[in-house]
């Protein structure tokens, strides 16, 4: 069976003292949680999180990251720098990276093979817009999506990649996909990773959904077929909610 992921997204939010407080919070309470627990903070929070976790089961991933290894990229940060102060996992081609920072398919490749290149473990978001939805072109959108993001990876790379599904019309809106849709689209894209990457892969591969998961709707959503956690935003900056999500069987 596949393990759950439940990742938070902490987005431009959080200062090195309140990251410190928060996991050293948040530690104690899911130190016996059977699923892994990730949180992806801004840049100038990864060494505080990075110290503050070490010796428990947090696990520290940046949002993104720049495909070069270094050189005249003004502003930008490497996967080399990321792995070099330990940090074990990156979001590429967050929908908000996507809209606002002119994130493509093809950079969104680009970085996710530069993840792997430096031993970085990649969570690679897709998903469709509204407008997308209505025209009944989630399949098509998402299943392209992650068909380019993965282009050129071999097939252990693919086993090792997150895949996040995330409708663009349900982040930070309060509107969540309902439990079958959501697995509907998780299903799509398993199945075209089995078409190019086999069954034995897609079987592998963690696909989570998000878009508002809260602790009142995480239950529902991970108890589906293909649905193994989430990618968490508004829902990972309080301690209590976070947890509550994390133990959603209780
Ligand atoms: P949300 O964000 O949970 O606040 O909707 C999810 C995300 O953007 O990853």
Redesign the pocket.
Known sequence: MRRKVIAG?WKMNMLPNETIQFIEDLAPLVKDTEHEVILCVPYTDLFYALLTAQNTNIKIGAQNMHFAESGAYTGEVSGKMLKSINVEYVIIG?S?RRQYFNETDETVNKKVKAAFENGLKPIVCVGETLEQREAGKVEEIITNQTKLALEGLTNEQVENTII?Y?PIW???TGKTATKEDANDAVKAIRKKIAEIYGQNVADGVIIQY????KSSNAKELFSMSDIDGA?????SLKVEEFQKIIEFEK
């Open positions: 997204n967050h908000e996040a995330e349900a982040i930070g998000g878009g508002s998961v990618l968490v935003g508004g829902a």
